[in-house]
């Protein structure tokens, strides 16, 4: 990989244009389109001709830009981050503030276009399906705010890794559903809800939480999650008088991903790099880095890159994040990769947890993990690019749902007895060398990736 | 000439519907589940669906499911189901591969077809792949005379009826109930109401009918307004319970029995 040669200086801000894809039967190139029972094409065709009606309703552009700002406390700020910075090359990188949105993380930006969608076409049930919960929760802040009753499907494993965010749900009326088929995470919980949606679909509304899925999921998800890289773009533009050379974020299915990159899209100059959940490593098998370590298939309604074996069936994922443990990827993230518009790079746990432990110790910020996958794609990149570059990084959501899997990663008290606080001060655990030094990635040479 | 439509000409010639049988290869394991289809054809059912197991089957209510979950975790795959078409062809069977779009895309569109139509498959039914999205299936099975069988459902439009019924080849296969497969107390309402939209548009084209048939009674409900019936989990739950072949057969004899009570169509 070389840096980018130019920096895009005389970029001006732009109206959001939105991209010529996907076609009008929801393909991406080759990828994207409907794999799903006929049974569900009346539904699928409603909603989109719904949303195209909507999204172009001055009504409904109003409404949804003052819940945005009102509700969800939109526009998130941007963060410069010098003192983690200076594990990055020296590279200045600059934080999409997604995880100070109301619930924690940008799921709620798409939750609320998809909830007055709900309310539009008349229906008054939603289902939707979570990894790490945070979809979930957000799905089901948006059904108590509208009045709209909520199921939720979350694998029985993830429920057990999440259970913060299932309190959560409870708490704020949705039903949470464990599902107890196949690996009993994501991919499991999208399959019983489109179970209940064939089955329920007059009056149940699947609010989908990432940009996979059929037409006009992806598409339209991406419309609710642009808003990130919309503002971001105008935010850097106004503090810097330029573009940022890279925007980084982590991929799982990746809805944060595609939200931050789609305004940078037409800036030719402009890196844009996805970060998969490497897991153990991508040679080890065990992990979720589907465009790395996939090939092109059909799961869950679209085709895509997807982790599978030589009969078709889907491997199982791994991840220590259970927002990225999912062995697909949205069709739109496979069409600019192989269109060579954007690039994608494993992480392992173990360098996700590290970044993790950065940002924690030097900027008092606690990234949730998937977000964790993106800061260390930035170190990586950071020491690449070196002190010109300027790296903007969508912080995703924060981790408060992840103290527990982070206290038992770095050892600070058992499953029983979570409590970090004056550990994080003692010697104990195993990253206070990589944090404090000046090399918080040792092991990973500068270009080795990212 | 269509392996399945003649098959379902000559079920009507005898005055009845004729009978699918659904079984997935691999459960408990592939011999087993091949001497099971076998029963199924021996009891009297005219054609069988030979299952493809997948690991994500949306269309799949428990039982077919965990059926499928045993199959895919020891390994069986599209590879194992030629022997099974083989082996139901040889039993006097019309066999059909039920398989979810993935298995088939991996291991080759036009290398499925020429396998298939090799081991005397007549074609297969592919319950995640509407007409809109199936090019190179419909090339591969034009070139190799393979039967293809696409879904209507109760919330079809008119526009989808005409159009998938106007890709499909074999039969059409009316999914009866907006639903995943299971067994159900009663045959829907909208299994009458969605074969007469069909049969306004379908031509010569067989309409046969699944989702939730299990027993002879209803069987002969839906042979009483369909040109075929399918029946699967009830099936499958032969299998998980122990039952295995004899059950297997047993309950074909049913049914068959049942396709025979209602009369033939008007």
């Known amino acids: 990989m070389t840096s980018s040669a130019v920096h895009p200086t005389q970029a001006r801000p732009a109206p959001p244009a939105r991209p010529s894809w996907p076609d009008a039967t929801g393909h991406f190139g080759v990828f994207g389109g409907r794999f799903v029972p006929e049974a569900l094409i009346a539904a699928l065709d409603e909603l989109t001709e719904a949303y195209e009606a909507m999204r172009v309703d001055p009504a409904f552009i109003a ?29 200045r990188v600059l934080l999409k503030r997604e995880d100070l949105n109301h619930t924690g993380s940008h799921k709620i930006n798409n939750v609320l276009g998809q909830a007055l969608l709900t ?20 799905t089901a802040t948006a059904a108590a705010l509208m009045g709209l009753s909520c199921t939720v499907y979350m694998g029985e494993e993830d429920t057990r890794r999440q259970a913060l965010n299932v309190a959560r749900m409870r708490l704020l009326g949705a039903e949470v559903v464990p599902v107890t088929t196949g690996s009993r995470t994501l991919k499991d919980a999208i399959n019983e809800a489109f179970r209940d949606w064939v089955t329920n679909v007059e009056e149940t509304n699947y609010v989908f939480g990432t940009v996979a899925g059929p037409h006009p999921f992806p598409a339209m998800v991406r419309d609710f999650q642009r808003v990130i890289g919309d503002e971001a773009r105008a935010q850097v533009l106004e503090r810097e008088g330029r573009l940022p050379d890279a925007v980084l974020a982590c991929v799982g299915g990746g809805s944060n991903a595609i939200g931050i990159f789609t305004a940078f899209v037409p800036d030719d100059g402009v890196r844009l790099v996805g970060l998969e959940a490497g897991g153990d490593g991508v040679e080890t098998g065990r992990h979720a880095a589907t465009i790395t370590g996939g090939a092109p298939g059909v799961l869950h309604g679209a085709r895509s890159y997807l982790l599978q074996d030589d009969n078709g069936q889907t491997i199982e994922s791994h991840s220590i994040s259970a927002g990225l443990d999912y062995p697909g990827v949205g069709p739109e993230h496979s ?41 260390a794609g930035t170190l990586r990149l950071g020491r690449e690019l070196g002190p010109d570059a300027l790296l903007l990084v969508n912080l995703s959501g924060r981790g408060d749902k992840d103290v527990e899997t982070a206290s038992r990663w770095f050892g600070l008290g058992d499953r029983d007895e979570v409590d970090p606080g004056p550990g994080m001060d003692t010697d104990q655990q195993p990253t206070e060398g990589a944090v404090t030094s000046g090399d918080a990635v040792p092991g990973h040479e500068a270009g080795e990736s990212a | 000439m269509s392996l399945l439509a003649e098959r379902i000409a000559a079920a009507r010639a005898e005055g009845r519907a004729a009978l699918i049988a659904y079984l997935p290869v691999g459960y408990p394991d592939v011999d087993t589940s091949i001497e099971a289809m076998v029963a199924a054809i021996e009891g009297g059912a005219d054609a069988l669906e030979v299952g493809v197991p997948y690991s994500d089957p949306g269309m799949e209510g428990p039982v077919i499911q965990e059926a499928m979950d045993v199959a895919v975790r020891a390994g069986v795959g599209l590879r194992h189901v030629l022997p099974a078409v083989r082996a139901v062809a040889a039993a006097g069977g019309v066999p059909v591969v039920m398989s ?13 077809a ?40 109760p919330s079809s439009t008119d526009a989808r009826l005409a159009a ?35 049969r306004t548009v379908a031509g010569d084209l067989p309409i046969c009918v699944g989702l939730g048939v299990s027993n002879g009674d209803q069987a002969a409900e839906v042979a009483g307004f369909a040109d075929g019936v399918i029946v699967g989990s009830a099936y499958v739950r032969e299998m998980l319970d122990g039952r295995g072949a004899e059950g297997v057969r047993a309950l074909s004899a049913e049914l068959a029995d049942g396709v025979r009570r209602a009369g033939v169509r008007a």
């Not at chain 1, 309310?119 to 957000?138: F, L």
């Not at chain 1, 392992?348 to 998937?370: H, Q, S, V, W, Y």
């Not at chain 2, 109930?177 to 969605?194: I, K, P, Q």
Request: charge should be negative; aromatic fraction near 8%; charged fraction near 20%.
């Open chain 1, 119 to 138: 309310r539009r076409i008349g229906k008054k049930r939603v289902i939707a399906e979570t990894g790490a919960g945070q979809h979930g929760v957000a």
């Open chain 2, 164 to 198: 998938t019924v106007a890709a499909s080849r074999g039969f059409v296969y009316a999914a009866s109930t907006m639903g995943v497969t299971g067994t159900r107390t009663t045959v829907s309402t909208a299994a009458g109401e969605l074969v007469a939209r069909t």
């Open chain 1, 335 to 375: 069409f600019l990769h192989d269109i060579g518009r954007a690039e994608y790079h494993p992480v392992t746990d173990a360098e996700a947890m590290e970044a993790f432990a950065l940002l924690c110790r030097t900027e008092g910020i606690i990234p949730a993990i998937e977000s964790a996958h993106a800061l």
């Open chain 2, 100 to 112: 979810y779009w993935n298995p088939i895309e991996r291991y080759g569109v036009d290398r499925f």
């Open chain 2, 114 to 153: 020429d396998d298939l139509a090799a081991a005397g498959g007549a074609g297969a039914i592919t319950p995640d792949l509407i007409p809109d999205e199936a090019g190179a299936w419909i090339a591969a099975s034009d070139r190799t005379g393979l039967d293809r069988v696409f879904l209507v459902a």
């Open chain 1, 63 to 91: 409404e949804f830009a003052a819940l945005q700002r009102d509700y969800t406390g939109r526009p998130s700020p941007v963060t410069e981050v010098p003192r983690f910075a200076e594990h990055a090359g020296g590279a």
